[in-house]
């Protein structure tokens, strides 16, 4: 995963100058939990940063600075016409995007504690 994020961090700084925060997170094994604490991590960032946030994986690369319309609370990327990638994610410092990421961990806490996954 180290070599990935160094290829995400070489497109970003390829990509002109993007403000960025790049943060390795243990692996706990499996895919399915580490992407249900995709939620908590961005949230705690939205809450101590106070401003939009967007999430890409590890194993993204950036091509050109992404255009960020901020009136949206939330954006996803739409991958092969109607496919939702949550590799890429916009979260919006709103009240309804605060409320969405507490839903999210809310099913993923509830989801787990049933043995279901949660994405």
Not at 26 to 42: H, L, M, P, T, Y
Not at 99 to 117: A, D, F, Q, S
Request: hydrophobic fraction near 40%.
């Amino acid at each position: 995963m180290k070599k990935r994020a160094e290829n995400l961090l070489q497109s970003i700084k390829d990509a002109g100058e993007l403000p960025y925060c790049l943060v390795g997170l243990e692996d706990s094994g499996s895919w399915e939990v580490n992407c249900s604490r995709k939620a908590q991590f961005i949230l705690d960032t939205l809450e101590q940063a106070k401003h939009p946030v967007l999430w890409v994986d590890a194993d993204a690369i950036i091509h050109q600075a992404p255009t960020i319309d901020d009136e949206f609370d939330f954006a996803v990327h739409k991958f092969d016409g109607w496919e939702f990638a949550s590799g890429t994610l916009f979260f919006n410092y709103t009240p309804a995007a605060i409320e969405l990421l507490k839903c999210w961990i809310r099913l993923c806490e509830e989801n787990r504690l049933y043995g279901t996954k949660c994405f």
